[in-house]
């Protein structure tokens, strides 16, 4: 088998991700606004900044749900005592499991410190409010229902994106926190090869296993 060839094969397998719970269908869903976000984020014209605040405004309404900041704290602190059980064990590479359980620990805190509901302040902002509402509706945005928006997204690029940043930044600690979350869970195992035949592909879950 040559380079070019085994380069085809690899192209030809997709990663599929199961959640087995909302809470972690949530953060999937966060890390894929936030993803896109990025990718519109630094863009120079008016649909890359339209693009970028309609995936903002999307994140609060996922951050919508009242008890996020709970399971998070819950489930990054369950991956600090997990790990925490190493730290006397031979063979494990200390300085990257206390270098993980620093991050965990300082994630933990920094979620313990957000007042009130995550983001409030965007919330309270009457601008994304008023966005919000409007961008429910088809073609949502349009300069005679929303002369505000329509005013900000004929500003210069560099002040745009400024803005953009600005609001991004309110919502660093969640997302933070649910990369970490992920990372930690997607590198707790190792992927499996499997072949759906005709489309199809059905496995039971292994009791013994803690999903």
Not at 120 to 135: A, P, V, Y
Request: glycine share 4%; hydrophobic share 40%; with cysteine.
């Amino acid at each position: 088998m040559n380079k070019l060839t085994l380069e085809v094969l690899i192209m030809e397998f997709i990663t599929y991700e199961q959640p087995l719970n909302e809470h972690i269908r949530v953060c999937l869903r966060l890390e894929q606004l936030f993803v896109q976000v990025q990718h519109w984020l630094h863009g120079t014209n008016t649909w890359d900044s339209r693009a970028a605040l309609a995936g903002i405004l999307e994140v609060l309404n996922v951050l919508d749900r009242p008890d996020l900041k709970t399971r998070l704290v819950k489930e990054l602190s369950r991956f600090s005592a997990q790990l925490t059980r190493y730290t006397e064990t031979p063979n494990v590479d200390h300085s990257k499991l206390n270098s993980v359980l620093l991050e965990l620990n300082q994630t933990i805190e920094q979620l313990h410190n957000l007042q009130g509901r995550i983001a409030q302040g965007l919330r309270d902002n009457d601008f994304l409010i008023s966005i919000r509402q409007h961008l429910t509706n088809p073609g949502g945005g349009c300069s005679f229902d929303a002369p505000a928006y329509h005013y900000w997204i004929n500003q210069p690029a560099s002040e745009r994106i400024a803005q953009l940043k600005l609001w991004l930044d309110s919502l660093k600690t969640v997302q933070f926190s649910i990369n970490l979350m992920l990372r930690l869970i997607r590198q707790s195992n190792s992927p499996q090869w499997r072949q759906a035949t005709s489309g199809f592909y059905q496995a039971a879950l292994d009791a013994n296993i803690s999903c």
